[in-house]
């Protein structure tokens, strides 16, 4: 037995590596039963996307189907793979009904190229080939709810989609559209042109339709991470996560996915890195945002204030996302200030839980990017686990050198220059250094993290248009954009938008003529 869920582990890491990877955070007594349905669903997926004759294909499904279907009747399978999937239905309780529907998509789509009419008949297809994946092993993650089945349901439309926008090349070479042929009508487009990929324009046009459905049912599929055990809650919102920056990256390339896909976003050896992409007119090298709203939007929402947070935390995580994909070499976030002290004990909590969530569950993937993790802030006053994930992050990080990211804790832009004047002081008290001698680079060097760059561009999301005791001797010549968008509400699209209000600005530093950024240097320590 244990060889067959190995070979299920395999199957899955092979062919599905996304979801290997997200069932990492699983704990070990459920991860296996995980891996074996979803070892069963490759192995199905890939006799009927076998090369052949199509009757062979439907032939070796249908066997592959009623095999399967006895086994279960009988309670026990000797086949290599299917050994452990039976195993884990009859051990968990699984419902056999969503295994006939599944087993039933796979050999409709095997049977006919896909002809969907309406998106309605899509959703049909996506609940058959994944909903119904995604519901087999909702009991495992020990359901609080009865509409968890449902949701997670959702969440499987939504990695189908991601899978879709992976393969439209190769399933369009075949012959094989899974968008909406109605969407196509309407648009004036043809099968034909989804291949050429040349009418950018109205291609893009189609994409946006596709993104804001694909948005729709990200939003159904989110509240199910709050109804599952605790311990299970990481692998949905590595699951969710991961749906977001697929829909970033379609997002980003718009007319071209027809052409060029999109590579999966980690591979079985660690997360794809993927070059910069092209930005007309200047990218900035240092961008800094305030994350504002996060409470603002639950309670718009109807949702806890911890909601806000969550979500929040998956903003984060794409915004590093869409910075390295637009090329940004630095990065300072604002996750928690001096001034949010006064938050109610319970609050602080929530948010301290939160990012410390968001350190130990995205680090692996900001190291295997290349990401270089900073802390800057007051070390002293952090809890003590909080403060010790974020020191494991700057030291596992620090040799890294695609982004630098600086995640801003219990920090004041004031408290920072007053401990710098007070490191001075103590040098001039010392002889170390003449009062009359001191001067900008000086106090650079003195500051949380010397050598962070000036800030190019400065965000500030949910509307409010001040910067809040932040980096302020960072931002001396900063562009300032403020977006009306909740900080859940930022993506890529929203950065993009605000790089591109910054390469339109003139930037003169004071000076007759635009010129580039030139940040202090710090001095060598004395």
Same mark, same amino acid.
């Given at each position: 037995m244990r060889e067959s869920y190995e070979l299920c582990a395999a199957e899955t890491r092979q062919f599905l590596a996304p979801l290997w990877k997200a069932a990492g955070v699983l704990p070990a007594a459920v991860r296996p039963h995980i891996l074996a349905v979803h070892g069963f669903v490759v192995r199905t997926d890939r006799l009927a996307d076998e090369h052949g004759a199509q009757t062979d294909r439907e032939e070796r499904v249908a066997r592959w189907r009623s095999e399967t279907l006895r086994e279960l009747r009988a309670g026990r399978s000797e086949h290599p793979l299917r050994r452990a999937f039976v195993d884990t239905v009859l051990r968990w309780g699984l419902d056999r009904a969503v295994i006939g529907e599944f087993l039933d998509a796979i050999g409709t789509d095997c049977a006919s190229p896909p002809a969907f009419e309406t998106f309605a008949e899509q959703r049909r297809y996506l609940r058959g080939v994944a909903g119904t994946v995604f519901e087999m092993w909702t009991p495992l993650l020990e359901p609080r709810g009865a509409e968890v089945s449902s949701l997670t349901s959702v969440l499987g439309e939504v990695c189908q989609l991601v899978d879709i926008f992976e393969d439209l090349p190769d399933d369009l070479a075949a012959g094989r559209c899974y968008l909406p042929r109605a969407d196509l009508r309407q648009l004036g487009l043809e099968i034909s042109?989804?291949?050429?990929?040349? #009418?950018?324009?109205?291609?893009?046009?189609?994409?946006? &339709?596709?993104?804001? #459905?694909?948005?729709?049912?990200?939003?159904?599929?989110?509240?199910?991470?709050e109804l599952v055990a605790p311990e299970y809650r990481p692998f949905l919102h590595a699951l969710l996560l991961g749906a977001q920056l697929q829909f970033d990256e379609v997002t980003l390339r718009q007319a071209r996915v027809f052409t060029e896909g999109v590579e999966p976003l980690v591979a079985a050896d660690g997360a794809a890195r993927r070059p910069a992409w092209p930005h007309a007119g200047a990218v900035p090298d240092? &961008?800094?945002? &305030?994350?504002?709203?996060?409470?603002r939007w639950a309670a718009r929402q109807g949702l806890p204030v911890s909601r806000g947070y969550q979500t929040g935390e998956w903003a984060a995580m794409r915004l590093v996302n869409a910075a390295l994909r637009l090329g940004v070499r630095?990065?300072? &976030? +604002?996750?928690?200030?001096?001034?949010?002290?006064?938050r109610s004990q319970e609050e602080l909590a929530v948010l301290f839980d939160t990012l410390g969530h968001g350190i130990a569950q995205g680090i692996e993937w900001l190291h295997e990017l290349g990401v270089r993790v900073r802390w800057c802030g007051r070390r002293d006053r952090i809890e003590p686990s909080l403060a010790s994930s974020l020191e494991l992050a700057e030291s596992m990080t620090s040799n890294n050198d695609v982004l630098s990211l600086?995640?801003?804790?219990? +920090?004041?832009?004031?408290?920072e220059l007053t401990e710098a004047a007070r490191a001075l002081m103590a040098e001039a008290v010392a002889g170390r250094i003449r009062p009359e001698d001191i001067g900008p680079a000086d106090v650079a060097r003195n500051l949380y993290v010397p050598g962070l760059p000036d800030v190019d561009l400065l965000i500030r999301t949910?509307?409010?248009?001040r910067i809040s005791n932040f980096l302020p001797w960072h931002l001396a010549y900063a562009e300032l954009v403020f977006d009306p968008n909740p900080w859940p509400e930022f993506g890529l699209e929203q950065l993009r938008k605000a790089v591109t209000t +910054?390469?339109? #600005?003139? #930037?003169?530093f004071g000076g007759g003529l635009p010129g580039p950024t030139r940040p202090v240097e710090p001095a060598p320590a004395s």
């Open positions: 042109d989804l291949v050429r990929g040349e #009418r950018h324009q109205v291609l893009d046009e189609l994409v946006s &339709i596709q993104l804001g #459905r694909w948005r729709d049912l990200l939003e159904q599929a989110v509240p199910v991470a240092h &961008i800094a945002v &305030i994350m504002d709203g996060n409470r630095h990065l300072s &976030i +604002y996750a928690f200030s001096t001034e949010n002290w006064d600086t995640v801003c804790v219990d +920090y004041g832009g004031r408290e949910s509307g409010e248009q +910054y390469a339109g #600005r003139q #930037r003169r």
